[in-house]
């Protein structure tokens, strides 16, 4: 079951549990380096976050991270990402959380659609 969580952005993110089946994925330190495969923690129609799986050296606030892979309950979505915030830094464990910028229009709609079928899923607020 997806919930709502208060944060001060904009777009409330959704929390993604297992059964979302939710993984953010690309190379690092560009698109054709190590391949990653991270679990995602949460999501909005502007915003993602994920658990670092592993160390990722250089991986500052104000990066870009090129050419990632959102994949959420066999939907994938193309988009790069700009990193917000390392909490508390670049090694395994950390929490990143950067905003989405959709590579073309169907990964807009894609993401749209994706986060309006979460939403629906969201019990009501109180």
């Known amino acids: 079951m997806t919930v709502r969580t208060a944060c001060r952005r904009r777009h409330p993110r959704i929390q993604m ?3 979302d089946e939710a993984r953010v994925e690309f190379g690092w330190p560009g698109p054709t380096g190590h391949p990653c495969s991270m679990e995602m923690k ?8 994920f658990r670092l799986a592993h160390d990722l050296p250089g991986l ?6 090129r ?3 959102l994949k959420v309950r066999g939907r ?15 090694t395994k ?3 990143c959380g950067a905003f989405i910028y959709p590579r073309d229009d169907e990964d807009i709609l894609a993401l749209q ?14």
Do not use: K, N, Q
């Not at 500052?60 to 991270?65: A, K």
């Not at 994938?76 to 670049?90: N, Q, S």
């Not at 659609?113 to 109180?126: N, R, T, W």
């Open 17 to 19: 549990t297992p059964g």
């Open 42 to 49: 949460d999501i909005s129609s502007g915003g993602v976050s």
């Open 60 to 65: 500052e606030v104000g990066d870009s991270i």
């Open 67 to 69: 050419r990632v892979t």
């Open 76 to 90: 994938e979505i193309r988009c790069d990402l700009l990193v917000m915030h390392l909490t508390p830094d670049h």
């Open 93 to 95: 464990g950390s929490v």
């Open 113 to 126: 659609d994706l986060v309006a079928e979460l939403e629906a899923e969201l019990p009501p607020e109180d």
